[in-house]
């Protein structure tokens, strides 16, 4: 080049934009959607680079906890372990005809039994099961597949649950979701007198002029349309609801103002409903969109939730939700804001979710739960990518509590294929560029091995 100090220029400045791009908190900015990046990360040595893809979302819960002085002393709940048989030390999960299977702790060792006979009664009921997670489920991912191949085999329609709001509406492929004029309270800034802090983890408070409509999506299977539209909902207020869709006739609600959860609902074979209303700050729990019996399997999802919070969900509340909306089985999907390199022991952890579990199960006291340990992740390691090295801590953590509160327990991290498994699900195109996150493909296959494992463990 005939100009050396204009190249040097260019470089520079190429250099300079990179380096500030690299400095920005991509990950807060975005609410973890873009990864946080170091521009010189694969030129400097390290032993390893930590990508926490949720670190700027942490659970408040969760950093208060972890920063407490760690004690022998146990919960008044762990007491019960001393009852139950130990899990040995290299334990590993159960394999029957290649798939991993669920474990059950219940002490009478029926909890796989119980799970039969509720699926079984889907001919002639609904059957609700809640799925419950972090991100790893947000959009529906996984969810939306074991929801399809149950409603498949079980019966069912709809995808139950969804939000009256959400900030990503086109994430979620099982629902197109228009919505405007609402406003979001999830269950991690809630007051702990907050009487609405219930295992959906947030409402939605309507504004003026506040809307949603939900139509049926081709994909997966059996969500195209649904039979019933169910709004549960708190009201101070006088007002009318009002349902309506093009293929369904509108009907306005009348809403009086009262204390207690209260609910409409549209019985119409739909595939396309609006919802408005005229309430003043109508405070808006959830939409159930399903059929009339078959499975409902809700996914009920908050980013970068570590599960803590569920250690407290108003009794009085959920006992009147429960006149519409009560559940069979829970599944509970957490550990991935939890885990990191740092952290090599999860025990106040597995303590703090065996209150949580405990709590669910007395609001609950007839839903099978059954805990989902966590899926595998990888960090950078030089220029390689490796499973974190804590995932096993944590995970036997997790098993602990499903012993100690006599819950199924399934190990996802085995059942994706062990050590390595999240950089070869990245490799065939199964989890995002974070080696944490599943895509919609990779939601698809590990529901079909979850299936695989769920319908194996119940032969």
């Known amino acids: 080049m005939r100009n050396p100090l204009r190249l040097f220029i260019i470089i520079f400045s190429a250099l300079a934009f990179l380096t500030v791009l690299s400095v920005c908190p991509w990950s807060k900015w975005t609410g973890g959607r873009l990864k946080d990046f170091n521009l010189l990360g694969d030129v400097l040595p390290a032993t390893h680079t930590y990508d926490n893809a949720t670190s700027d979302n942490l659970d408040p819960e969760l950093v208060a906890l972890l920063s407490e002085p760690q004690t022998d002393t146990v919960s008044e709940h762990a007491e019960k372990a001393d009852t139950l048989p130990p899990v040995p030390y290299d334990f590993t999960a159960p394999v029957r005809d290649g798939s991993v299977l669920i474990e059950d702790y219940d002490p009478s060792g029926k909890g796989i039994t119980r799970l039969s006979e509720i699926l079984s009664q889907s001919g002639n009921r609904k059957v609700r099961i809640a799925m419950v997670g972090d991100s790893y489920i947000e959009g529906d991912i996984l969810a939306q597949d074991i929801r399809a191949g149950l409603q498949e085999r ?31 309270t999830e269950i991690r800034k809630m007051e702990a007198s907050d009487p609405l802090r219930t295992i959906l983890g947030h409402y939605h408070t309507a504004g003026e002029g ?47 103002a009262s204390d207690d959860l209260q609910a409409v609902s549209l019985d119409a074979p739909t595939a396309d409903i609006s919802i408005t209303t ?23 999802s908050l980013r970068g939730n570590s599960g803590l919070s569920h250690r407290r969900l108003d009794a009085t509340t959920t006992a009147q939700m429960r006149r519409w909306i009560d559940y069979d089985v829970i599944i509970l999907e ?19 979710m065996t209150d949580v579990v405990n709590n669910i199960k007395t609001l609950y006291p007839q839903a099978v739960i059954l805990l989902l340990g966590v899926g595998d992740r990888a960090i950078k ?12 801590a944590l995970i036997k953590a997790q098993r602990e509590t499903a012993r100690i509160t006599g819950s199924l327990f399934y190990d996802t991290r085995a059942a994706m294929g062990g050590d390595g498994a999240a950089v070869d699900w990245h490799a065939r195109k199964l989890v995002n560029a974070d080696y944490v996150h599943l895509n919609h493909h990779g939601g698809k296959e590990l529901a079909d091995i979850f299936l695989k494992s769920l319908y194996t463990t119940l032969q």
């Open 154 to 184: 079980f019966g069912g329609s709809g995808v139950g649950y969804i939000g009256a709001f959400s900030q990503f509406p086109g994430f979620r492929g099982s629902v197109n979701q228009s919505c405007s004029g609402w406003e979001e």
């Open 210 to 256: 506040a809307m949603t409509r939900y139509k049926g999506s081709a994909k997966p299977a059996h969500v195209t349309s649904w039979t019933s539209t169910t709004v549960l909902f708190k009201s101070a207020s006088q007002g009318t609801i009002t349902l309506s869709g093009s293929d369904t006739q509108a009907r306005s609600f009348p809403v009086g």
């Open 334 to 352: 957490f550990g991935l804001n939890v885990v990191s390199v740092e952290q090599t022991d999860y025990t106040a952890y597995g303590r703090a």
């Open 278 to 300: 005229d309430v003043p700050d109508l405070k808006v729990l959830g939409v159930w969109l399903e059929g009339n019996a078959g499975i409902v399997l809700d996914d009920i």
């Open 381 to 392: 390691q030089g220029t390689q990518y490796l499973s974190m090295p804590t995932l096993p």
